[in-house]
């Protein structure tokens, strides 16, 4: 979601022709919009409310009327969002989910809705809408609204109050819709996982769209970037990028993060099982006990005793034998303690490294924008700095891209940084130094994985090989009763 304000340079008629691959004239500035030979554009419509003027429908007269009844130079003209399409869908159902879900959600609150459906990527689905939102409420009689009001401030008895600094009896804003609100924000994104988890259940898909962020999911792991078209063709084509090793190095955290977790609430499951035992026996002499009963375990099995010695689960008790020496472990109890420290330790290092990706992931995308602000800013000054509206017009149609471009970056870095200075070569240095912290903590991280897997093994051991010995003992008491 974003708001087009004409504050920071946008106007809503220059933002309509771009999406839907029009040429457009607003009448605002007299400036002239021309992207018709923009590509990608498989459909558009515009969806009107109750009260508004049939006329409306007309995309030109309708952004042209936005632009004439906001007066102010800072005004807020249009909200935009755009959501993604499933692949799963032909583009004839994406269109009538897409105008389903805006009709239901804006359009019958009395939003004037351009939508705008795009497919740029022709090699890889990448189907998705733009939505152009009016701000201001219809009147009965097809006029604008306002979007807010002033209502003065009563005391307890319902008189206005003075406010003898100001001279004027005190005010307050009040807004005539919820359209702003931040709940509302909540309720769109929360109605678009809605209807999209209603399609893919009714195509038998049981993979579910959560409008929530990870962290408030309570997942563990960190989402990926954003490729973008030009990443993501290089990559399929074989071509490292940098925002595709960012996503590997992303999922490979989460992958070890993901494994470590699941191994350790199976070792506590495990140890949890076997204390129910009211012996409290000494490990290693239980471990050893499983190289005595090899010749058992092969027999019982059909192995050979000669290829049982050659397999990794007698390496693994080995290994774990050595692991309880130089810990000193004894007692089941002394392992549940071991368990209890690991979790911590896991516990303590997921944080970390989970902050550090986050912190990874905001300076990448920064220095990436930068490549766009750095090599796009010549073009955008140089068609700032012209004052002849026609020549202004002419530079823009022959450098759109790169002032568009340049125009994106910047309201990344405005909504990103605010007032704080853009510094590149800052932003490598830290990355850097992550970077290394982040090795040294996946070596403790395997550490953990290799210590949590000892643990597994020796466990399983000790369960199977009770289990055998339990299964020996009462095959002779079967024995025994048969001889008396």
């Known amino acids: 979601m974003q708001i ?20 457009l004239v607003n009448d605002y500035d007299g400036l002239v919009h021309d992207f018709t030979k923009k590509g990608g554009v498989v459909h558009t419509e515009i969806l009107l409310p109750e009260h508004a003027p049939p006329e409306y429908a007309d995309r030109s007269t309708l952004w042209n009327a936005v632009e004439k009844v906001e007066k102010a130079r800072n005004s807020q003209l249009a909200r935009e969002i755009e959501i993604s399409l499933p692949n799963e869908l032909s583009l004839a159902e994406n269109i009538e989910l897409a105008r389903r879900f805006v009709q239901e959600t804006f359009v019958s ?22 939505i152009m939102l009016t701000m201001r409420p219809f009147n009965k009689d097809g006029s604008w609204g306002e979007k807010q009001r002033k209502e003065y401030v009563l005391d307890a008895d319902g008189n206005k109050i003075y406010d003898k600094k100001k001279r004027t009896y005190k005010c307050r804003t009040v807004q005539t819709t919820d359209w702003n609100s931040r709940d509302k924000a909540e309720e769109w994104r929360a109605a678009w996982a809605d209807f999209l988890n209603a399609v893919l259940a009714a195509r038998g898909i049981a993979e579910k769209v959560d409008h929530r962020s990870f962290e408030r999911q309570g997942k563990i792991e960190q989402p990926t970037i954003h490729l973008g078209v030009s990443a993501t063709q290089m990559e399929r084509k074989g071509i490292r990028t940098e925002k595709g090793d960012i996503n590997r190095r992303i999922r490979e955290r989460n992958a070890e993060l ?28 239980i471990i050893m006990r499983f190289y005595g009963n090899g010749q058992k375990f092969a027999e019982a099995r059909g192995i050979k005793v000669g290829n049982l010695k050659k397999a990794q689960k007698l390496r693994d008790v080995s290994h774990a034998v050595a692991f309880l020496q130089c810990n000193n472990i004894q007692t089941l109890s002394e392992l549940s303690v071991k368990h209890s420290a690991l979790e911590s330790e896991y516990t303590e290092l997921k944080a970390k490294i989970i902050a550090r990706q986050k912190r990874m992931k905001a300076l990448s995308e920064l220095l990436n924008n930068y490549a766009h602000y750095k090599s796009n800013k010549a073009a955008y000054d140089e068609w700032s700095a012209i004052t002849n509206l026609k020549k202004k017009e002419k530079y823009y149609v022959a450098h759109s891209s790169e002032i568009e471009v340049f125009k994106a970056a910047r309201s ?42 000892t643990m597994a093994t020796l466990l399983y051991n000790v369960e199977h090989l009770q289990k055998f010995e339990d299964r020996e003992r009462t095959v002779q008491r079967n024995k025994n009763t048969v001889l008396e």
Request: aromatic share 4%.
């Open 109 to 130: 609150k009395g939003m004037c809705a351009d939508i705008c459906i795009h497919d740029p990527d022709h090699e890889q689905p990448n189907v998705h809408a733009h």
């Open 412 to 453: 990344f870095y405005d909504k990103t940084l605010g007032d704080a200075k853009i510094t590149p070569k800052r932003w490598r240095s830290e990355l850097a130094e992550l970077r290394n912290e982040d090795s040294l903590d996946m070596l403790r991280l395997h550490k953990l994985e290799d210590d949590t897997a």
């Open 258 to 285: 993901h494994r470590l977790q699941k191994e350790l609430e199976e070792v506590n499951a495990a140890i949890a099982e076997l204390q129910k035992r009211p012996q409290e026996e000494n490990l290693v002499s």
């Open 4 to 23: 087009i304000t004409r504050g920071k340079g946008k106007s809503a008629v220059a933002g309509a022709a771009y999406r839907s691959g029009q040429r």
